[in-house]
T-cell receptor
């Protein structure tokens, strides 16, 4: 059983479309991160959210942490081919020490 | 290059051989994490180390796998008597402090193929 479930698992869209990726858990996290990973490379941190209900924006990307700190979403506006990659949510469980638990991943492909 | 350095980037081993993966953290970082990733999957935590100490090895198989982070030199992930199921990408990450905010800096990974 995965602690952090992401949906959808795969997403293929056209340039200019909007999309939302979800990250859900039944556990409470003290913080939650979103990473992006490109083929042959390591994950790169996009954002960290720590407060329930927090919303952060990074250009065309909007990240939200659920009020109960059990879930998060990533919304991309007007997707571009450069957004293509594997999006991973990750979190530190409340009382879980220093271990970062990763989600199942969402593979996004944005086509021209 | 001030990033996390991993080597080798690619490693091929036959069943029963040993694999040694090395990780040099970012300058000033004293906390190292190892993760394993199978194709099209997320990353699975293996072990968390500080200099000369293993802090959390709850994700590491009890047999054949070991990790160290000596006072001098890189962190080493060692896999003895490799089997085909060990084929994966192994990522190292570092942080300047305890990563209770989850902000880790990852290397580009070492891809192990067991024949």
């Amino acid at each position: 059983t995965q602690l952090l479930e992401q949906s959808p698992q795969f997403l293929s869209i056209q340039e200019g479309e909007n999309l939302t990726v979800y990250c859900n858990s039944s556990s409470v996290f003290s913080s939650l991160q979103w990473y992006r990973q490109e083929p042959g490379e390591g994950p790169v941190l996009l954002v960290t959210v720590v407060t329930g209900g927090e919303v952060k924006k990074l250009k065309r990307l909007t990240f939200q942490f659920g009020d109960a700190r059990k879930d998060s979403s990533l919304h991309i506006t007007a997707a571009q081919p450069g957004d293509t990659g594997l999006y991973l949510c990750a979190g530190v469980l409340t009382g879980g020490g220093n271990k970062l638990t990763f989600g199942t991943g969402t593979q996004l492909k944005v086509e021209l | 290059n001030a990033g996390v350095m991993q080597n080798p980037r690619h490693l091929v081993r036959r069943r029963g051989q040993e694999a040694r993966l090395r990780c040099s953290p970012m300058k000033g970082h004293s906390h190292v994490y190892w993760y394993r990733q199978l194709p099209e999957e997320g990353l699975k935590f293996m072990v968390y180390l500080q200099k000369e100490n293993i802090i959390d090895e709850s994700g590491m198989p009890k047999e054949r796998f070991s990790a160290e982070f000596p006072k001098e030199g890189p962190s080493i992930l060692r896999i003895q008597q490799v089997v085909r199921g060990d084929s994966a990408a192994y990522f190292c990450a570092s942080s300047p402090r305890t990563a209770n905010t989850g902000e880790l800096f990852f290397g580009e990974g070492s891809r192990l193929t067991v024949l």
